[in-house]
């Protein structure tokens, strides 16, 4: 049943073809295990690529040994990448997790071609799909956001999204093949491990079949996204224009006659990386005077006379920086320090440090990733022991902050909210109390 499941999908979406070898990545948990077998089944040329990320000591090392015995038993040709991820992600300014991701992307579209391949198979399954759908909505997203995982992107296809978790558990049980858990996956210290250990179990409790309902629900929203974004892409060329200086031009008045501007705001302004509530105030900037300023990590939106210019910042200008891991350190541009962070337990007897260079949050009360980004116009925060919200220029102003300093100051976000003003003051809402578990301990060294 579950085999000719996945048979009947892969035919259905056009995934794989008979006569071509498909690469599979296999990392040895039970997910891709189940995908290396159930295409052996099916009679596909497979070539399974194992990437060593060299992240969890001597698991990683116990994973690669597993998957080649399981290769040789089953006589699949496999290729094993070894990464310095650790070095990689600092040498990029990347989070260890976008790093891992670019180096096995790019490992998988290496091989494939060296093979002669036509597709790269990775396990993604239902549940995956649901995860994803949560943790977008979680977030704040546009429609395109609530498509959970789709079955193919370019040469990467999934044709285990038919299936849930526990059915691949159960196939891999009646088979007897055994496979290698990552620890990692048992921890809930972010968000989507959250969802999976937590959320969606509360969620059944209400409706035993939710996931096949979300499932679904993505699948259906897929279809309308397609006529959405066709929509969309009329409306953007309509009010919008690219510039010779590499800028884009979009006019006010164009936009606003809309039938939905805002949602043709988010879809022109989102892939720059806007926040929903900066796009609320880009949006009610079109009666106001002209020169406004707004920045995301990225871009910047400056307010004209009849229209709003979107220009890239340069690289002085900018950072994306993510914190997603337990333990790190990442420069800040244009030598203005270093913030380092690691996580400790929390108690009574915990040695809470003091001064304006250290943050200790509460990491129950994050959503990772966490992101460090200059401050912007309009953004604010809760300072520790205050209860009423408190514009950044308003607070830097008070503290006696020169314009150049007001400038560059740097802030972590959750999400939407900011959780510290860098070698200042934490935002009260993540304060550490008597039942906090787990602490976040930042550090900044400035310069």
């Not at 015995?69 to 992600?89: G, I, K, M, N, W």
């Not at 244009?334 to 260079?357: K, L, N, Q, Y």
């Amino acid at each position: 049943m579950f085999t000719k499941r996945i048979a009947d999908y892969i035919a259905a979406g056009r995934l794989l073809a008979a006569d071509v070898p498909v690469i599979v990545a296999l990392s040895g948990g039970a997910d891709s295990v189940a995908l290396l077998c159930v295409l052996r089944e099916l009679g596909y040329a497979l070539h399974a690529v194992h990437c060593n990320f060299h992240l969890r000591g001597a698991e990683s090392d116990r994973d690669e040994a597993f998957v080649r015995d399981l290769c040789e038993r089953l006589l699949v040709p496999l290729s094993v990448e070894h990464f310095q991820t650790e070095a990689y992600a600092r040498e990029h300014k990347l989070s260890i997790e976008m790093a891992a991701r670019e180096l096995r992307y790019e490992a998988f579209e290496r091989i494939r071609r060296e093979c002669g391949a036509g597709e790269i198979a990775v396990a993604h399954h239902r549940d995956d799909s649901v995860e994803t759908l949560l943790l977008n909505l979680i977030r704040g997203t546009g429609i395109n956001g609530l498509k959970g995982i789709r079955p193919r992107n370019g040469h990467v296809v999934r044709p285990l999204l038919a299936v849930s978790r526990r059915e691949i558990e159960r196939y891999l049980q009646e088979r007897g093949q055994d496979y290698v858990t990552d620890s990692t996956n048992l921890h809930d210290d972010f968000t989507r491990n959250k969802i999976r250990l937590h959320l969606l179990p509360l969620m059944e409790q209400l409706n035993p079949s939710v996931r096949e309902g979300l499932a679904a629900t993505a699948e259906r929203l897929a279809d309308v996204a397609v006529l959405y974004n066709k929509v969309m892409a009329e409306e953007q060329q309509r009010v919008a224009e690219r510039l010779p200086d590499g800028g884009i031009r979009i006019r006010q008045a164009a936009l606003c006659a809309s039938e939905a501007p805002k949602s043709l705001l988010y879809e022109l302004l989102s892939p720059y990386g806007f926040r929903p509530a900066q796009l609320e105030a880009i949006y009610a900037s079109a009666t106001s005077v002209p020169g406004r300023r707004f920045r995301s990590l990225t871009h910047e939106v400056v307010v004209d006379r009849d229209c709003w210019l979107l220009y890239p910042l340069t690289e002085g200008e900018w950072g994306c920086l993510e914190i997603a891991s337990a333990e790190g350190s990442v420069p800040l541009p244009d030598g203005m320090g270093r913030v380092s962070w690691s996580m400790i337990p929390g108690g009574a007897d915990v040695d809470i440090p003091r001064g304006r260079e250290f943050a200790c949050l509460d990491a129950d009360k994050l959503t990772f990733p966490l992101t460090l980004r200059r401050v912007a116009r309009g953004d604010w925060f809760i300072p520790f022991g205050m209860k009423g919200k408190k514009l950044l220029s308003d607070y830097m102003t008070d503290r006696k902050f020169p314009l150049n300093r007001k400038e560059r100051q740097w802030l972590l976000w959750d999400g939407d909210r900011v959780a510290w003003v860098v070698g200042e003051r934490i935002d009260n809402r993540f304060r550490v109390d008597e039942h906090t578990r787990k602490i976040l301990r930042l550090h900044y060294e400035g310069v």
